[in-house]
């Protein structure tokens, strides 16, 4: 503040004694400017600054009001960042990357885009005070539109702004695509822009190799990235090619790829989770721990990739890595919206084979006390809380918090997650009710045994209470009982013995209610049911009831747009 | 901590204090435009100097980097003409306070797979030398060539000294001589070739040109990328 004087008072001398000496010059600017005014207007635009020091923040308003901005609002911390944005859509964010203490402006871009408080459409600048490669770190499946280095000009800003908006103008439409779920929609957007080759272009062919991996189109994401990548060695088309490849089941190639991206520069972080996941593909368990290990060495406040170490260390039995890394999620997850009951839970799980056992079940009270009103949190610590107290041989205490579980169970049936539900089945194998958890399991099994997610979780269960050799064959004997299950009612079907199939599938979606083939299938027949021999609205009814149950399972599910015209036919308007 | 660490982190920490400043006066500027004060063309030389300053350290950071095998390159596909553009805008501020002009010839459909930080830093230090030369034009042109794309920055200034004046095509060993990575006109060029060398595709490696003459009979800067 001081030092203001001396430099306030050395221009007013200055301007004493310079202005009309200088007048000619003044006036070219004063033309200059004009002529970058007539693009688009930022009078109509609302715009976020998120600074923590107050004379950036001032510097940054002043800039913005210098170029005609009117709406201007301003944030201290992440925290009232998030809250101002669930009140109000901005058009624009200014988020500075360091923000103290709290939010990080990574976790503020990272939330923003979770909760949909901002889309595609939505330009969202980090400004930052350090060198732009290094903020790629840990960020890499969250990038800002764009990055402004400290120090920068306002015209710079303005610039910056101007050309982000009309650039972004062209993802409007497709923005409402992708809220609407209408993902084919989006593609066919993108490619029309496509072969404008607009200045955008590579964020469009970006977002339409995005889509296409969304939608499970693996083959087709695989040709357009190989199309891409023709052009150049662009980094995301490498990530993206290798993701494809994941998902076609082509590991080697994929392991080849990823290990070459992370060659070329080993700050892309995703490149890390990616390989890791593909290791584990391939049953190297160990190689992707230490994979992750060096990735969170690099960036260690990303809690996905904590957490995920944290399992594959647990599951290695691997203790002390997995503390380090539950721990890490838990410290950095404070304030992000990716935090979970379930890095309490894992931590005091990973405490108990540390002989730690207080430890754990003081984290548990912790969380209960950071998760006050969610069921779902209170389960899983009173399933975990059994879980610690069989560990330390305290039978009664852990059959009690048992019996709690089974009731807040049973009061959100339902509505929990197989990962909750299958840790419920572990502890009652471990309690000696056999019956009851392999029963859950099953049923798991069967609704989810194409979600490779949820079959690894089972294998580790089954890992966990010592019976490693039998789980694989349960797995195979539960995925193909509801295969010959499925094929049983196909093959009615096609006999033409429709009625019957009809009467078989809704059987068998009581059965396995969560299975969005059967559910599928059941629409299906009901459907070929009507078109035969009329609509009637009981069976409208039901086939609605079972293709809203497949929307909920799984959103992207390839058969559901043709079901869906299917309906329509039948139910026009 | 061993001395490469304290070097890297008070680099960062001028970078900082750098951005502080030039925001500083940054602001002086328009108020001083504001009440109609001339002295702001002054201030835009400390300007000039503070954005000198900022890329010197950018480009020491990048050739340490580069030295230890650590930087990490970012390929992306960008329009030239945006890049270009962003380039100016960048620039043309402190140029026109010099009264140089600066013209663009650009395709507008044209597009390039390239690291845009790594490209922004040789511009910037080809730019601030033509600052310093140009008496009053300065373009900046792109286009395909051979199968490259070649990004060019020409003046009407003096030239290169002809120490300077080279193809790598035709001196490939040019680049090993230490004597020519001194000055910060050399160390520019230096940098220059380290990031055209960063960018392969398939067989072909990027690489430079210094020659004098050209549109406006100055000095040519010519990178050309694979």
């Known amino acids: 503040m001081q030092r203001d004087f001396p430099f306030r008072n050395y221009f007013l001398f200055l301007f004493k004694y310079f202005t009309i000496l200088y007048n000619d010059k003044l006036m070219r600017f004063s033309l200059k400017k004009a002529e970058t005014k007539n693009d688009i207007s930022l009078k109509s635009k609302k715009v976020l600054v998120i600074e923590d020091f107050f004379n950036f923040r001032l510097t940054m308003k002043n800039m913005l009001r210098s170029f005609g901005v009117l709406y201007i609002d301003d944030a201290t911390d992440g925290e009232e960042a998030i809250h101002k944005m669930t009140i109000r859509r901005f058009d624009v964010v200014l988020c500075d990357y360091n923000l103290g203490q709290g939010k990080s402006g990574q976790q503020v871009l990272e939330e923003a885009r979770y909760r949909n408080y901002i889309n595609y459409s939505t330009v969202f600048i980090m400004v930052t005070a350090e060198n732009t490669l290094e903020m790629i770190m840990g960020a890499a499946e969250h990038q800002p539109d764009d990055y402004l280095m400290k120090p920068f000009a306002k015209e710079v800003l303005e610039k910056k702004i101007r050309s982000l908006i009309q650039k972004k103008e062209n993802f409007k439409e497709i923005d409402k695509a992708i809220a609407e779920n209408s993902y084919a929609l989006a593609i066919n957007l993108c490619d029309d822009l496509i072969a404008k080759s607009p200045r955008n272009l590579s964020e469009l ?87 992750l290990m060096k990735a969170t060495n690099i960036s260690p406040r990303a809690i996905m990739r904590q957490k995920a170490l944290g399992n594959l260390a647990y599951r290695n039995d691997d203790f002390s890595v997995a503390e380090n890394s539950f721990k890490k999620a838990v410290e950095h997850g404070k304030y992000s919206c990716m935090r979970s009951p379930s890095d309490y839970t894992s931590l005091a799980k990973t405490l108990v084979h540390l002989d730690a056992s207080e430890e754990s079940l003081d984290v548990l009270n912790v969380a209960l006390k ?164 009329g609509v009637n609205e009981e069976k409208i009814a039901k086939t609605k009831m079972y293709l809203d149950m497949v929307k909920k399972i799984d959103d992207h599910y390839k058969d559901l747009p043709m079901l869906q015209a299917m309906y329509n036919e039948l139910v026009p308007g | 901590m061993n001395f490469s660490d304290i070097l890297a982190s008070t680099l960062h ?214």
């Open chain 2, 13 to 226: 920490d001028t970078k900082n204090s750098l951005g502080i400043l030039f925001n500083n006066l940054e602001d002086i500027i328009a108020t001083c435009k504001e009440q109609k004060c001339p002295s702001h063309i002054e201030f835009y030389k400390l300007q000039y100097e503070i954005k000198r300053l900022n890329s010197s350290l950018i480009r020491l950071l990048s050739l340490y980097k580069a030295d230890k095998s650590q930087l990490a390159i970012n390929i992306d596909y960008h329009s030239i003409s945006e890049f270009l553009d962003d380039v100016t805008t960048q620039h043309e501020i402190l140029l026109d306070s010099r009264g140089i002009e600066m013209e663009t010839q650009c395709d507008e459909e044209l597009f390039w797979a390239f690291d845009r930080n790594l490209l922004t830093g040789v511009f910037d230090n080809v730019i601030n030398n033509s600052f310093r030369y140009a008496k009053q034009k300065v373009r900046l042109s792109a286009f395909k060539e051979n199968g490259y794309l070649v990004l060019r920055i020409e003046d009407d200034g003096v030239g290169y000294p002809s120490s300077m004046v080279f193809n790598e095509r035709q001196h490939p060993d040019f680049k090993k001589e230490t004597s020519f990575a001194t000055g910060s006109t050399g160390l520019g060029i230096y940098f220059s070739l380290m990031v055209a060398s960063q960018h392969k595709n398939r067989e072909k490696c990027g690489f430079i040109s210094i020659i004098n003459g050209g549109k406006y009979g100055g000095g040519v800067f010519s990178i050309f990328l694979p």
């Open chain 1, 205 to 291: 062919l970006k977002l339409k190799g995005e889509l296409l991996l969304k939608i499970g189109n693996y083959q087709e994401a695989y040709d357009f990235y190989e199309k891409v990548l023709l052009m150049g060695n662009v980094g995301w088309a490498e990530l993206g090619r290798g993701k494809a490849d994941l998902m076609l089941g082509n590991y080697l190639q994929a392991k080849v790829i990823f290990e070459g991206i992370l060659a070329k520069n080993d700050k892309i972080m995703a490149a890390y989770d990616y390989l890791a996941q593909t290791l584990a593909k391939l049953e190297k368990h160990k190689e992707a721990q230490q994979v």
């Open chain 1, 370 to 533: 950071e998760f006050p009103d969610s069921d779902e949190a209170k389960l899983h610590v009173s399933v975990t809380e059994s879980y610690v107290y069989k560990k330390m041989n305290r039978e009664e205490d852990a059959r009690k918090a048992m019996a709690e579980a089974n009731t807040i169970a049973e009061s959100i049936a339902g509505g929990i997650p197989p990962e909750v539900e299958l840790e419920l089945a572990k502890t009652y194998i471990m309690m000696g009710e056999e019956e009851k958890g392999t029963k859950i399991i099953k049923r798991i099994v069967q609704c989810n045994y194409d979600r490779e997610e949820t079959i690894d979780i089972v294998k580790t269960v089954f890992k966990e209470v010592g019976r490693e050799d039998n789980g694989q064959q349960f797995i195979d004997r539960a995925k193909d009982e509801i295969i010959a299950l499925n094929n049983e009612g196909v093959a009615l079907t096609q006999e033409g013995r429709i009625e019957e199939a009809i009467d078989y599938f809704e059987k068998a979606a009581l059965h396995v209610p969560e299975n969005k083939i059967i559910n599928a299938n059941a629409a299906q027949v009901l459907m070929l049911y009507m078109k035969e021999y």
